[in-house]
């Protein structure tokens, strides 16, 4: 059994987040259950040993972080931290450094959160982006993403608003330095970022010019733009708007989806990480693809949809990278997808 967290918005029938199981014998979604009951969980962070569950969420009318100890499968709310003037629309947790990294996309900020040795949160570092683009979505600054590399010292944000992917190194009192500046084309959006398990390289999804970029991080924390590709068929003239990019443990395929296309973009990766290889773009069957994620084995790959009351669950060919649709369950306004770690 394989078994994925979701979280989303909670306007319509969620309620919270979920855990769904995956059968991969019969290769069917067997069962859903809610294990936490808050408002609006639009993303979380979940440690290695699946014990620490960090939330962003609404509590006592109070956007901020909270924090959940799971055991036994139960969720106990242990903390909820005010941090932004809104909901965070992304959170990272660095377990090396003790700190959560958070975004709030309405604001342009970006936000460092210590935890001490029980996982209880404190408020270190808050920084506001400032710009704007050409696009009507480019108004202002719009943090969309901040992760820690696995590869490099150096933490990267997305900011949607600014075309901007920025460097920031993380200083001795856990707040963030900023080290160098990407100025993405005009237009590009750029939403998320996934990083190379291995090699210093990132992929940079756009969520405005429907693209995917191979970038280089480079040792000083520049970084520098490759290869790049479309994620949506170039006679498509209906709205799109790409979301959430995954990469496999193993870095040979890259995964992109599609918001109004209602699909899923997937790559292979030439063996030095620089090349994207165009494979195949498959349905969702649903509408507004937000996120989705692989099980624990890779086998399979869960997708959440913002506008329907539908996840779908498709079979991975690892060998070959190509998705076949199998089963699907009705889950509303699904924005994050996770898989338990195993």
Not at 47 to 56: A, C, M, Q
Not at 145 to 166: N, Q, R, W
Not at 243 to 267: E, M, P
Request: a negative charge; glycine letters at 6%.
């Amino acid at each position: 059994m394989s078994q994925m967290l979701l979280g989303g918005y909670t306007r319509q029938s969620n309620r919270g987040l979920h855990i769904v199981t995956i059968d991969e014998d019969t290769q069917q979604i067997i069962d859903n259950y809610q294990l936490i009951e808050e408002k609006n969980p639009t993303y979380f962070a979940l440690s290695r040993d699946n014990h620490h569950l960090y939330t962003l969420s609404e509590a006592h009318g109070e956007p901020g972080v909270s924090h959940y100890r799971l055991e036994n499968g139960q969720a106990e709310l242990k903390q909820h931290l005010p941090v932004f003037p809104g909901n965070g629309c992304y959170i990272s947790y660095d377990e090396d450094n003790n700190n959560l990294y958070l975004s709030d996309y309405h604001h342009g900020k970006v936000a460092v959160v210590t935890l001490d040795e029980n996982g209880m949160m404190s408020l270190t570092d808050i920084v506001t982006h400032e710009g704007s683009g050409p696009h009507e979505n480019q108004d202002q600054a719009h943090a969309h993403f901040i992760k820690k590399a696995p590869t490099t010292d150096y933490i990267y944000s997305c900011d949607l608003g600014t075309d901007e992917v920025h460097t920031y190194q993380l200083t001795n009192d856990n707040t963030l330095e900023e080290v160098a500046v990407l100025h993405a084309a005009p237009g590009t959006g750029p939403r998320h970022l996934a990083f190379h398990p291995s090699l210093p390289i990132a992929y940079l999804v756009g969520e405005l010019d429907y693209s995917v970029t191979v970038l280089q991080l480079n040792e000083d924390g520049t970084i520098t733009a490759g290869n790049s590709q479309i994620t949506i068929p170039t006679d498509y003239e209906e709205f799109n708007s790409s979301s959430a990019i995954r990469l496999t443990k193993d870095a040979r395929h890259l995964y992109v989806s599609n918001r109004g296309h209602n699909s899923i973009s997937s790559y292979r990766i030439s063996n030095d990480g620089l090349t994207l290889y165009p494979i195949e773009t498959v349905a969702t069957h649903a509408d507004f693809p937000r996120d989705f994620n692989f099980s624990q084995d890779e086998t399979f790959i869960l997708v959440g949809h913002q506008k329907e009351n539908k996840v779908t669950l498709f079979q991975r060919n690892k060998e070959t990278g190509r998705l076949n649709y199998i089963d699907e369950a009705p889950i509303d306004e699904i924005v994050c997808v996770e898989p338990l770690n195993g």
